[in-house]
């Protein structure tokens, strides 16, 4: 027997004490240097292989090469055991403090009170209807009997979009080419009311909450993007009084169960005979004021059921449109449109 297989055994046994007892990573690595490193002290009694006589090699190749192997397998199951413990919290673990509760966003207000309007209607046969934003201006103004001199349609108060080829972003710039439609961002949903009769037959019960936009500057009442909820209701034989009714029970939900609303005649374009509706109830007395205008409706005008070819000799409906904002801003007592957008926290967490 050689004197260098002699000496594997008891040097492997040392390695193995240091490794398996190594105290931290920065122990086991200097260990590993050692021993196992490029001038680690088993590795020497590798490079001393080549010089034992041929017989004696393999023997103690195979010897070193077991024993190198057993040192590997410590090796990694030290550096697994160190590592597990080095991950593990420094402190004990206290099982009584209470736990974390990750906290919960909201809804936005006008989300919650859009929520409730689109609840209310649901109860009586109501399904949302949606349309775009961008809108041509036959669905925002003519179809709905807006004849193109109408102040509604004035680009001081609407978002043209400038359809020239490359052209700049000019205030109040008008299509490419005159007999194309122009667009606009939409100053009102009742461009959806014609989206969905062209696309429907009747009858239609819907209602469609939706984002508008006019050139206005921001003040304490007013921004250039607000919303409103429209409705439509179209059948046979629909009343003025159908349309009180169904006004009054959407708004004592809303409003609370003593709420009183009023129709006042007005024009609309687009409905005959047309009504601004004001309500009264402890909320607009809180505000200092008995009767509050809240919304426009009345009778589809015969004219707009002809252009989107229903016939107005048979159908009959109703039509109205408020504002979100409006009505939020009652339900809650806030005086500025503006916080709804701001997203201040402290003004959302109160909702
Ligand atoms: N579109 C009107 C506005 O933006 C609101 C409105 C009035 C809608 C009368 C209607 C209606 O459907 O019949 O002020």
């Known amino acids: 027997m050689s004197r260098l297989l002699d000496e594997i055994e008891p040097l492997k046994q040392a390695a193995l004490a240091e490794l398996s007892m190594a105290p931290d990573l920065a ?26 006589p041929k017989e004696e090699k393999p023997a103690a190749g195979k010897a070193i090469n077991t024993a190198k192997a057993e040192l590997d397998a410590a090796l990694a199951q030290r550096r697994s055991a160190l590592e597990l413990t080095a991950s593990l919290p420094k402190e004990p673990t206290d099982f009584t403090l ?6 919960l966003g909201k809804l936005h207000p006008l989300t919650q009170v859009t929520e409730d309007i689109v609840r209310s209607f649901r ?5 949302v209807a949606d ?9 925002c103004f003519d179809a709905l009997n807006t004849p193109a001199d109408h102040p509604a349609r004035d680009t001081q108060d609407t978002f043209y979009l400038d359809e020239r080829a490359g052209g700049k972003h000019a205030p109040g710039a008008v299509a490419a080419q005159p007999d194309r439609a122009a667009h606009l961002l939409r100053t009102h949903t009742s461009s959806v009311q014609i989206r969905v009769m062209e ?9 469609v909450p939706g984002r508008v936009y006019r050139r206005d500057n921001a003040d304490a009442t007013h921004n250039p993007t607000f919303h409103q909820v429209e409705g439509l209701y179209v059948d046979r034989r629909v009343t003025v009084g159908d349309l009180k009714g169904t006004v ?43 009767w509050l205008e809240i919304a426009g409706c009345g009778m589809v005008h015969p004219q707009v059921f002809e252009n989107v ?16 904002e409006r009505i939020a801003m009652i339900r809650y007592g806030i005086n500025d449109i503006r916080l709804f957008y701001e997203n201040d926290l402290r003004f959302l967490r109160q909702f």
């Open 27 to 52: 122990a086991l690595e200097q260990a590993r240097v050692n021993y196992l490193g490029a001038h680690g002290k088993f590795t020497a009694l590798l490079k001393q292989l080549s010089t034992l």
């Open 98 to 103: 209470p736990g974390r509760r990750r906290e």
């Open 123 to 127: 109860k009586i046969g109501f399904v």
């Open 131 to 139: 349309g775009p934003e961008a809108e041509d201006d036959y669905h």
């Open 199 to 207: 696309k429907q037959s009747p009858p239609v019960r819907i209602i």
């Open 248 to 290: 009054e029970f959407v708004f004592k939900e809303l409003m609370g169960s003593k709420t009183r609303i009023r129709f006042r005649p007005h024009y609309f374009s687009y409905t005959e005979p047309s009504f601004e509706i004001d309500f009264s109830s402890a909320l607009t007395r809180k505000m200092g004021k008995e």
């Open 309 to 324: 070819g229903y016939d107005p000799e048979v159908w009959t409906g109703w039509a109205f449109g408020f504002g979100i």
